[in-house]
């Protein structure tokens, strides 16, 4: 005989598909960003490799807790809708440890990496390190010095070079070369308001992720708890609420009695 009830084990199971199916789509974004900075020469990223098996870990997490709750439910087992029940209080404690911190940090977040972007001014004498990176950021934003071009000071490079026929943002400088001047056609925007562009996009999408998943969890803690109680108390009646005896109408202080006469 079943312990819970029908439509409770199909609203569950239907919340299990979808967050196995989430964890599935974090998978493939992780393999997806893994593919393009790879692609795009960001194997040596600092970070890179402990950020992907991170987000691995927590795919295959989520897809592992949502097949078990799914089992619990077809199978009514206790033991699985606990063991749900306990991962589901860990990953909302998790996701709101992560996701609070970060976002009470988000403001800050641009004057953090301004000061440790200064730190490679000026960039025509930083290390080849910071040189490149600054120049594989030129060449992919269409941009020019991280906060002016005079970062390079008189030593713009090629990956500056815009063409007017090509690009409509470029403005003409004028350098100093042996004593001559010549003038020279560069990206006008520099590059670190379009990296914070980036960077506030990734990090409101991260914060999106981080909370969403949080609800996730507290919604699969409550329909988990609900089901658990069910089978722990399958034959207890269900309370109706009843109108208090205050509000109802007294009952008569006397009643009269006809008795009928009695038989001669």
């Known amino acids: 005989m079943a312990q819970v009830n029908c439509c409770l084990k199909r609203i569950f199971t239907v919340f299990n598909i979808f967050f196995a199916i989430v964890g599935g789509v974090i998978i493939g974004l992780t393999l997806l960003s893994q593919i393009v900075t790879n692609a795009e020469g960001g194997g040596n990223l600092e970070g890179r490799t402990t950020g992907l098996i991170g987000l691995y870990i927590v795919g295959a997490a ?3 807790i949502a097949i078990l709750g799914a089992y619990g ?4 087992s206790k033991v699985s809708l606990i063991v749900f029940l306990v991962c589901m209080v860990i990953g909302s404690l998790l996701m709101l440890r992560v996701g609070v911190p970060a976002a009470i940090a988000r403001p800050e977040l641009e004057g953090v990496l301004e000061e440790k972007f200064r730190q490679f001014l000026p960039l025509d004498k930083a290390s080849e390190e910071a040189q490149d990176m600054a120049n594989s950021l030129q060449l992919h934003l269409h941009c020019c010095g991280l906060f002016s071009y005079t970062d390079w000071e008189d030593s713009i490079p090629d990956t500056c070079t ?12 004028h350098l100093t070369e042996l004593y001559r001047y010549r003038t020279k ?3 006008s925007k520099p590059c670190f308001p379009i990296i914070m562009r980036y960077v506030h996009m990734v990090a409101d999408i991260l914060l999106g992720v981080v909370f969403f998943l949080a609800a996730l969890a507290l919604l699969g803690m409550i329909l988990s708890s609900i089901m658990i109680h069910q089978m722990r108390h399958p034959n207890r009646a269900v309370v109706l609420l009843n109108i208090p005896t205050i509000f109802s109408s007294p009952p008569p202080k006397y009643q009269e009695l006809n008795n009928p006469p009695p038989p001669y």
């Open 185 to 187: 056609s560069i990206y």
């Open 73 to 76: 439910a077809h199978k009514e």
């Open 162 to 173: 815009c063409t007017p026929i090509v690009e409509d943002d470029c403005k003409a400088i």
């Open 62 to 64: 989520t897809m592992m």
